[in-house]
DNA sequence: ATTTTCGAGATTTTT
DNA sequence: TCTCGAAAAT
């Protein structure tokens, strides 16, 4: 196994095979690689099977990754299976343990849109308010109160013979804090949920963690198969996770955990930064040196995540160039921000560049509206990996429902499909049909079926529809998925429906739905497809994570952008209040400030020659404040930042104290002030000691430059006087 | 009884 | 831009 073309610390992660061995990888230090080659290194060298080998990543995209590379390394057409997400070990998991708790193989897997659904439906036949927010808050708290009870919620509610109790210790909270419905409407939903043998992406990690706690020679055997664990971007893992990788590794002990805390982006997701910190492992090594972006750049990332209280610290270094400037563009709209974006992506395309070398990240996927106009106006090829996420997209949960409508004669399918394209089948109709279901004790489908005879239900759309789904059900038999679907796609009128809409861009979509089924088709042994697992497999995918990266323009979120990296990035509507995020802010205060600043942190990180920050005056969307450019533009100090676009330098003032409004109004302490003036000599605790160059922003923050002649803009309160 | 239409309102981040 | 609900149109 050759390990030339590491570096020593690299080298080290490499051989550290024994033990619990911790990775702080800094950005860009090339952590992907240490994985791949340490995976290679297991099966190469130490001529460990690769069933015996679990590597969890963050996003099926990461997993599809390391695949390849891995292969690439062992130079072999193996793919195993458990280089994935957690979400898809626990799936794969289940499909062989869950018939200990009485569920089938096939169990379905429910998203964010299904459980939605389900639970809109169960306040419906509780008789309460069914706006979207009233059922968000409610499946908010559904999750928190799953989360409290963890075995016990499994005991009382997911077990098919449960008494279907609310666990003790949180009854009397819930009810507390979320009134007598909240029992209700727990149960309502819960019976739904059970009725159809599904569990939704927590339920996924509940059911594994409890089957491994109560069934111990489950969890020996598992434990006995998983000679190697590792993991990756464990700064971002929750309680659950590590309980999982943590039970696994017991017997063995063979743990490789690999991340950046200063790039945990999921505390408000639970994830669980101290356990990852005090981990106590037998091995540690971090991983500092950069190799990906400019001294320009990587200098940015520095100075901005030092603004940080709560950190390990750990400051990147490379030995590449300076590279460019970074450039601010600070535009009078944001249409003429996108539009900036546009004009330079040319101009640097006309230079040799291709549109694959540019991404665009931004906070929220509302901000991709602009760029995608812009986009548009200009020709530029792009892809939207934000937004509406591939399968969360209409048509195709629409198209999903038909294949599923068939495949297990799912009821919610059905109420989503049964009217789409129109049969004349409305509220009323539905009813009757849910009805009929209830006193045969049958699915809908068959409810309808039932109907079909009684004159008023004898419709020809009706029948048609009926004969289609039992059609398609001997078909499956002895047809592919992809045929399949090309068959339900043309004879169900779906294709029709959007051919006559003018929604090309659905049918473009349908058709690319088709193609992913056919790669999915072709990446499998035919003996291991089956449209069950299909189905189960893809409820677990959000992006359309297959497309190849052709020649596009990527526009994202920064967090779908993390792990990724391209030479050109533009982080755009660097506003405050967008960036940071004012209502994050507002709910978890300090902590989240960080995380935002975090946030910037990885997207600044992202890009290896280039880097442009663009943000535009005008009213926000969400809170109809006047905008201002973020703070965060600032931390970088000036000396690394060329400004664009006409700007009035009052306006870090009048930013500043905007800032410090939205702070105040998100409950944030205002900062200390320290009372430094113009040719102070002070102290850093890192960098030492320097005279103060300038002080703005009410003396909030102070231009240094240190006595190694850096120059930075920090924070006063990081400062203190010397003598 | 169903479908269409129109205006209002809302958008953090994800497996 | 998209979704949702109420009121009008079929």
């Not at 659904?117 to 799953?146: M, P, Q, W, Y």
């Not at 040196?289 to 603004?307: F, K, M, V, W």
């Not at 995020?581 to 290896?608: F, P």
Request: with cysteine.
């Amino acid at each position: 196994m050759e390990l030339r073309g590491l570096n020593e610390k690299q080298k080290q992660a490499v051989q550290a095979t024994e033990g619990r061995v911790r990775i702080i990888a800094g950005a860009g230090s090339g952590k992907t690689r240490v994985l791949a080659y340490r995976y290679a290194y297991l099966v190469d060298e130490l001529g460990i099977d690769p069933g015996n080998i679990l590597c969890l990543t963050f996003t099926n995209k990461a997993a599809q990754e390391m695949r390849n590379r891995i292969n690439s390394l062992i130079g072999g057409e193996y793919t195993s299976d458990f280089i994935c997400t957690i979400h898809s070990f626990c799936v794969k998991f289940l499909r062989e343990e869950i018939f200990r708790i009485g569920y089938p193989k096939t169990f379905r897997v429910l998203d964010e849109q299904d459980m939605k659904d389900i639970a809109k439906e169960a306040h419906e036949e509780n008789g309460l308010d069914r706006k979207e927010s009233t059922v968000e808050r409610f499946l908010k708290c559904f999750c928190k109160t799953k989360a409290m009870s963890g075995d016990e919620y499994v005991r009382c509610y997911l077990l098919p013979d449960s008494p279907l109790k609310f666990p003790k210790e949180t009854e009397a909270d819930a009810t507390k804090a979320y009134g007598d419905n909240h029992v209700r409407l727990f149960e309502s939903t819960i019976l739904r949920q059970r009725k159809f043998l599904s569990l939704d992406f927590d339920d996924l990690i509940f059911v594994t963690i409890y089957i491994l706690n109560n069934f111990p020679e489950v969890r020996e055997k598992w434990q006995k198969k998983m000679n190697y664990i590792m993991v990756d971007e464990v700064q971002d893992c929750n309680r659950l996770d590590w309980e999982i990788f943590q039970t696994l590794a017991a017997i063995h002990g063979n743990l490789f955990l690999v991340g950046d805390p200063d790039q945990t982006i999921y505390e408000w997701r639970g994830a669980d930064l101290p356990q990852f910190i005090n981990c106590n492992p037998q091995t540690d090594i971090i991983m500092a040196q950069n190799y990906r972006s400019t001294s320009n750049i990587l200098n940015a990332a520095n100075a901005i995540i030092e603004h940080n209280d709560e950190r390990i610290r750990k400051e990147l270094f490379t030995q590449s160039s300076d590279g460019e400037k970074l450039i601010h563009f600070h535009a009078r709209n944001d249409r003429q921000e996108a539009d900036w974006i546009s004009s330079r992506i040319v101009k640097m395309c006309k230079d040799g560049a291709g549109f694959s070398d540019f991404a665009v990240l931004v906070r929220s996927s509302y901000l991709t509206r602009n760029i995608e106009q812009s986009f548009m106006r200009e020709k530029i090829s792009y892809v939207i990996w934000g937004g509406v996420r591939f399968f969360e997209r209409k048509e195709i949960k629409d198209a999903l429902s038909y294949l599923r409508l068939v495949a297990f004669d799912d009821d919610m399918a059905f109420r989503r499909i049964v009217n789409v394209p129109s049969r004349k089948i409305g509220r009323k109709a539905m009813e009757d049909i849910s009805a009929t279901a209830n006193e045969n004790g049958c699915s809908l489908f068959e409810a309808l079926r039932i109907l079909s005879s009684q004159k008023a239900y004898a419709k020809e759309a009706v029948m048609k529809f009926i004969e289609l789904i039992d059609t398609a059900r001997t078909l499956s038999g002895g047809m592919s998925i992809s045929n399949l679907l090309e068959y339900l796609l043309a004879n169900s009128g779906l294709n029709e429906l959007y051919r006559t809409d003018e929604q090309e861009e659905r049918l473009e979509n349908l058709n690319e739905l088709i193609q992913s089924v056919k790669t999915y088709e072709n990446d499998r042994r035919e003996d291991d497809i089956s449209l069950e697992t299909y189905l189960q497999d893809i409820a677990l995918y959000t992006n359309a994570d297959y497309r190849k990266d052709k020649n596009f323009v990527k526009v994202m979120t920064i967090h779908q952008a993390k792990g990724l990296e391209f030479p050109y990035v533009f982080i755009a509507g660097l506003n405050e209040g967008v960036m940071p995020n004012k209502r994050s802010v507002r709910e978890r205060k300090k902590k989240a400030m960080e995380e935002e600043r975090r946030l910037m942190y990885v997207a600044v990180t992202r890009a290896e020659k280039r880097l442009f920050l663009t943000e535009s005056e005008g009213y926000s969307m969400q809170g109809g404040f006047e905008k201002f450019p973020s703070r965060f533009i600032r931390e970088i100090g000036t000396e690394m930042v060329i400004t664009e676009g006409i700007m009035d330098e009052s306006i870090w003032d009048r930013a500043s104290s905007f800032s410090r409004s939205m702070d105040s109004e998100c409950g944030l302490a205002p900062t200390r002030k320290e009372g430094l003036a113009e040719g102070d000599a002070v102290m850093h605790k890192i960098f030492g000691s320097g005279t103060v160059r300038r002080v703005y922003d009410d003396g909030d923050y102070c231009e240094v430059i240190f006595s190694n002649g850096m120059t930075r803009s920090l924070k006063a309160d990081k400062l203190t006087k010397a003598d």
